[in-house]
């Protein structure tokens, strides 16, 4: 049974609680504070964002480093942060007993849902890879076209952040994570178009288990019922689902968009070749069908838009070329967090020689199909780091055993840099693919990216920025 969207009237006679300060729960008490200026409100947060709160004097709002199950339970709704997973063990007895966890998505689609529950122009996109470069496209061909379109979600700009604007764009398109998709499907409301790219394995340690994964992620399909669901006719999970309240539409499919080699077509119509445009690998190409897909759902001209995509800024840590130093090419590919995107990482150089840089945190995802491929497709040297790095080391050593590669063990991402800058010998590629999460030595891929920047001898100011964030 689906619930009803939430407005934010609906939290003045509620006891409400924030779990988490960091981007997302600031601007989920920003949103709040502009509409219930003196509703109580109790942060569950750590003690150094717990004072940073107390800074703000609010007489109404409380702080707490406790989120225990009993006092999570004492509140009707709270407001968590993406990172902060339903599925542990407090949240669940909280929700057993009563208590509504919910997200900032959920707020914003739940306050833009119409009498019939939809949000008119909004364009969701997720997938296990590809999904930022995929969003912030179709928004460069949405205004390419002359529409003015807001562009924000997981991208990195949090959709309560742009909550009230002074003139709302033509089209909304949201980039949405595993993290978020179960709470567009919780708010009650339905997005227009619903673009899943792919579904590999990934966030085992949110979710708790692939198939959790999987059903959370397929969530903004399978319950938040798009008026248009689009996906990619390639993915097997995808075209497996039974969606009969969408109306729903396949890319990479001959009789819609997609590719024949690298040209593009729609149906039997050659469109352009792709192989000049700024979409660094195949996959990211293919999704420009994906792309045109969405255009086509909006009733717009695809074809008309197409030409576009090569004016397209490629986004920042995404098979980011950063130069070239005495004769070695750095590529930063930080925001890899699945063996998957690795291996897709490694496609893009062909016969180029390639030292890549793989670990990081361990979320316990099999790297058995990695190994697999180095035995017939291996670059010229695998560098491990990180948490898993040893896990995926032993995994590589019988394969490397046959001569195939140079397989090296770092300390850290200095270390890994060294080792991969020796292998090549002054040619080549050194590409940080890590195909895992970077906690535990990084706050996030951002730093991760921009610290290999600077050992590489960039500056990390200059790779940083994601274009067309917000309303353009």
């Known amino acids: 049974m689906r619930t009803s969207p939430l407005k934010f009237g609906q939290l003045e006679d509620s006891k409400v609680a924030l779990w988490g300060w960091g981007r997302e729960g600031r601007a989920a008490y920003r949103a709040i504070r502009s509409r219930l ?13 717990a004072a940073e709160a107390a800074a703000l004097g609010d007489a109404h709002l409380a702080t707490e480093t406790d989120a225990s199950a009993e006092r999570l339970s004492a509140f009707d709704v709270v407001v968590k942060s993406p990172g902060i997973s339903p599925y542990r063990a407090e949240a669940v007895t909280a929700a057993a007993a009563g208590t509504r966890f919910i997200g ?56 309560l952040e742009v909550l009230d604007v002074a003139q709302p764009p033509e089209f909304w398109v949201i980039e949405l994570s595993s993290y978020q998709t179960g709470d567009v499907a919780h708010s009650g409301a339905h997005p227009q178009v619903a673009v899943a790219l792919n579904v590999f394995p990934e966030h085992l340690d949110w979710h708790g288990s692939e198939a959790r994964y999987v059903e959370d992620k397929l969530r903004l399909l399978t319950e938040a019922a798009p008026r248009v669901a689009i996906i990619n006719a390639n993915d097997k999970r995808l075209t497996a689902l039974s969606l009969a309240d969408s109306d729903v539409r396949r890319f990479a499919d001959a009789q819609g968009w997609h590719l024949r080699e690298d040209d593009l077509y729609r149906g039997d119509d050659f469109v352009m070749d792709t192989r000049s445009l700024p979409l660094p690998g195949r996959h990211n190409r293919g999704n420009l069908c994906a792309v045109l897909t969405a255009i086509e759902a909006l009733g717009l001209d695809a074809k008309k838009l197409a030409p576009h995509a090569g004016s397209f800024r490629p986004l920042p840590h995404r098979l980011q070329t950063l130069g070239t130093r005495d004769g070695v090419a750095y590529v930063n590919d930080s925001i890899s967090t699945t063996p998957h995107a690795s291996l897709a990482a490694l496609d893009c150089f062909g016969n180029r020689r390639v030292a890549i840089l793989v670990g990081g945190h361990d979320r316990g995802l099999p790297w058995e199909e990695f190994a697999d ?11 491990t780091m990180g948490q898993n790095g040893p896990r995926i080391h032993a995994l ?35 590409l940080l693919s890590p195909g895992a999460p970077s906690f535990g030595m990084y706050r996030d891929y951002v730093a ?7 050992l590489a001898g960039f500056d990390p100011d200059m790779i940083s920025a994601i274009p067309g964030l917000g309303i353009a």
């Open 373 to 383: 491929a180095m035995r017939t497709h291996a670059p010229l040297a695998v560098i």
């Open 448 to 454: 991760r990216g921009r610290h290999f920047a600077e």
């Open 104 to 159: 900032g998505t959920a707020l914003w689609f739940g306050e833009h849902a119409g009498a019939d529950g939809v949000v008119p122009r909004t364009i969701c996109v997720t997938g296990t890879k590809g999904k930022s470069t995929t969003t912030a496209l179709l928004a460069h061909l949405l205004r390419a076209g002359g529409h003015v379109t807001g562009l924000a979600g997981n991208i990195g700009l949090p959709l």
């Open 396 to 430: 590589l050593e019988p394969v490397a055993a046959q001569g195939g590669f140079h397989l090296g063990a770092a300390n850290d991402l200095a270390d890994a840099m060294t080792q991969a800058q020796a292998a090549l010998g002054g040619e080549g590629v050194v």
């Open 37 to 49: 200026s003196a509703l109580p409100l109790t942060l569950f947060c750590n003690a150094e964002e």
